[in-house]
């Protein structure tokens, strides 16, 4: 399938860029992202390639440093929650029992409290800084893979090499980690791929809303401001566009692949072929 | 209905709200300093202690912690939700005038990307693999990867003020002083926040739809009917579909924290002045008991769409009683 392959590579390539990007910031950006550089809200020219905002700061290192705030949400965030989202899932369906009761009980009711509006609450109650809110937003987002990962490990805990392995001598913590996880290693890979992406969109989501540490470049504050002072209206394309395309390439690049890992680990949709 | 289910329901509910309520209790408690003191020093740089004595022996402050919470408690379930720093009233008041914005837009919205989205869900993954499926496919998970602020400012901008079709944000026309609120223009005003809504919530249930179409259309119930000779149509229609939709009602009630989000950043956008816009408006002056009461209220949204799939479940599928591990 050399559509499918395209796609695929593609998306890595872009999320290899951005993170090429990411890492090189202060080469790449032509200017201090907070730095007064020239007349204020002047279009694209060729000191300033995608021109500058109100404040007379070049829009163009904005989006570059922007994509450092933009992946440590994300990858951040994703890697908290799919740690604990896949040690509670293993735990809970390796014993049973009343651990696996206790989480069920205990995931129904973290499940009915609506995310957003708690860390748009507990962002505004600490000071909001771009880790803290990573932390947040992976804390509160681990419980969505739980059930996932926890009914993948029901049928790999009474698999027979788990029994052999038990027979052998092999302790719990023993077999878990070296028996039960690589088996839902990759579905927490996609959940990982699925999480950064919403995880991004969240938090630059916060930066729009205005909660977010003012000494980090990103995105969502900068779509923010563009929006806020009548960017629209003016026409400055070059203020409002880029940073909402950049969340959107990221996006789609993560989406995608999100959608062809899950495609190539679940058989039962395997029909289906973007 | 089975009571036992029905039992655990309730509680999951009721813990739910308590969670809520304590998350709230507990931040007040952590805020730095205590209220009397700091607002008495804002505004005479200098408190009395026994001003601060007399307030906190009034308002009961200087009760045991425990007493406190749950006096606390027993206030959120009578309905008192403390007061609004911005507004000034009952934070329950505010959010009551607020919600009934937010349905406005919030219902047409669910309802027609639930009808869309389980229609062409369904005929895309019957599809499978056609040219129609693909094309529908990705271009719903593009659709999906963009930010929902992002949609509804592209949306704003080409339909509002290019296109100059609709209203630019708001919920009337400045002419509504003299005239009153006319039902037709608030209409008008909707269509754009309801629009992006829609596509927001579309993607989801399409995806979802056409995930339990795959698999039903694998069954051995239906390659039996296709043995038959039914035609394809009175399969798709009599045997599929059905069961295709058994999962999705409890899916959808799973969009319900989506649309919350959604309605957050589209209200803002478009000056919409529902839940969502409030919440912003909250955030900006740091208004933290109106924030919590809105998370009260969307915790309370999540539960009636829970408890809505329950009553829903033995409708669709008179073979399932509520309770059995559907």
Redesign the interface.
Known sequence: MPRKKVILAASFGIVFAYCAVALLAPVIAPYDPHAITGAPLSPPDKDHLLGTNDLAQDVFSGLIWGTRATLLLGFIGAAIAVAIGTAAGIVSGYYGGLIDEAVM?LL???M???????L??LT??FRPGIYLIAVLMGLLGSFQGVRVIRSQVLSLAVADFVVGTRALGAGDGYIMARHILPGVLPLAGVKFVTSA?HFM??G??LG????TDPSVVDWGQM?NRA?QNGA??LGLWWW?IPP?LA??LI??A???LG?ACEDEINP??R???? | MNGIYLLKRLATSFAAFCIAVTIMFALLRLMPGDYITMYLESIYRYAPPDVVETFNRVYGLDRPILEQYFTYLLDAFRGNWGYSFIYKVPVLTVIGEKLVWTLIILLPATILATLAGIGIGAYSGWRRGSKADVGLLNGMIFIRAIPSYWLALMILIIFAYYLNLFPLGGYVDTSALATGIDPFDVANHAVLPILTLFLFSVTGTYYLMRNSMLMTAGEDYITTARAKGLDELTILRKHALKNAMLPMVTLITLECAGMITGSIFVETIFSWPGLGMLTYKALAARDLPLLQGILLIDTLFVIAANIAADLIYPLVDPRVQVGDDA
Do not use: E, H, K, N
């Open positions: 009980r129904d009711v973290a009915t409290i609506p995310i957003f509006p708690l748009l609450i505004t109650f992406q969109l969240i630059i989501g729009f809303l205005g909660i779509i929006s629209m209206v409002l909402g969340v959107t996006s789609l993560l989406a995608w959608y039962r949709l029909v289906m072929r973007i």
